[in-house]
């Protein structure tokens, strides 16, 4: 069995942290801080776990802001010196008592973020301080350090999974489009997928921004931007949405027929179920297809929610027959829980439902 995720920060981490402020400050209590940091670490869940250690460095750092922030950059200087999950945190503990010195806090996240990430921290700057924080974000997407321009975009995404929700942004995300501008042809793979991953979060709530965006800037894109925009295009593909599939070349309805099929009609919960979707083509010409599928999760009340998943993207040469097939895994996860009964699979082509089959699902 996998090791439970909440154990990547654990009493190792909190000794790494005490050791390494300890040889920066000499009056810190290194052994306060343990002893705080740990009581009944074991019971909580991993941002739980951060946030202990956080409130563990409030009780022991120095009050004064300068020299907490000192002993703080000190303690991550060096190969041995704090990395990873030791300043999740850190970056929280910043992001409650910096507000106050912008300038001070940000120089202290540009660090941390090129040893661990800042995305959560910066979070309550901009919520504060927007224009400000905006104006060292556009200088940041230029900064040597492919980290600190990954910041740029990860930090400031409307829906950052786990992170503070930007609800101004999510209203109107204007305030970030020069930043991904500047980001979006990047060098590094590692910014351009946050760019993605940015943009789709603007879709689900601005579709007609998103769509523009691709209007835009597609014709012409090289491979690593076309992967960039196909990838924030992802969300308004399943979706289906009109201009986004003409974009892509996908808007046209699909000139044939479909069929689904699911083995085995009955699934135990932990089980997968193979689809198996069958295309014939009418048309005298190749057809640019997106081929999703829905499945519509019985909930706990007996209704269904549709979720859609990512199938397949071909070209279906004309008056021939593809059969495509994927498995489909029912094993349970965090985000989703799984109930008993029949569930509707549907079959999308190019935004358009085209087949439906069913399998029932029990528990073991």
């Keep these: ?59 022991t750092l120095s009050a004064d802001y300068d020299a907490a922030t000192a002993a703080l950059l000190q303690a991550m200087d060096g190969d041995d010196g704090l990395e990873g999950w030791a300043l999740w945190p850190v970056g929280e503990y910043v992001a409650r008592h ?45 900064d040597d350090s492919e980290h600190v321009r990954r910041l740029v975009s990860e930090g400031s995404r409307p829906r950052l999974p786990w992170g503070l929700q930007l609800k101004a942004l999510v209203a109107d995300p204007s305030p970030t489009l020069p930043l991904l501008r500047a980001l979006q ?6 910014v351009r997928r946050s760019v993605a991953n940015h943009l789709n979060d603007i879709a689900k709530d601005h579709p007609a921004l998103v769509a523009e965006w691709l209007e835009t800037h597609l014709p012409g894109a090289g491979k690593e931007r076309r992967a960039l925009l196909r990838h924030a295009s992802r969300t308004l593909v399943k979706r289906g949405d009109a201009r986004v599939l003409a974009a892509w070349g996908l808007g046209q309805k699909l000139r044939g027929e479909a069929a689904l099929a699911l083995a ?101």
């Design 264 to 364: 085995p009609a009955r699934v135990v919960v932990g089980g997968q179920v193979t689809l198996k979707a069958t295309l014939t083509s009418r048309a005298a010409k190749a057809q640019k297809l997106a081929v999703d599928y829905a499945v519509h999760h019985v909930k706990a009340d007996g209704s269904t929610s549709p979720k859609v998943f990512k199938g397949w993207v071909l070209d279906l040469p004309p008056r021939a027959t593809v059969v495509l097939e994927k498995r489909h895994s029912m094993k349970p996860v965090t985000t989703r829980r799984y109930h008993a009964g029949r569930h509707r699979v549907t079959l999308q082509v190019n935004g358009e439902t085209v087949a439906e089959a069913a399998f029932v699902l029990r528990r073991a």
């Design 185 to 190: 042809d990047d060098a590094s793979e590692y």
């Design 1 to 59: 069995m996998a090791e439970p995720f909440k154990n990547l920060v654990n009493e190792a981490v909190v000794q790494r942290i005490a050791t390494q402020l300890g040889a920066a400050r000499r009056d810190f209590d290194a052994r306060a801080f343990a002893a705080l940091a740990l009581r009944d670490l074991h019971t909580l869940e991993l941002k739980a776990r951060a946030m202990q250690l956080c409130s563990a460095l409030e009780a």
């Design 98 to 142: 910096g507000q106050h010195d912008l300038a001070r806090s940000l120089a202290v996240l540009h660090r941390l973020t090129q040893r661990f990430t800042a995305e959560f921290a910066i979070r309550p700057f901009i919520v504060n301080q927007p224009a400000a924080v905006f104006a060292v974000l556009q200088r940041w997407t230029r």
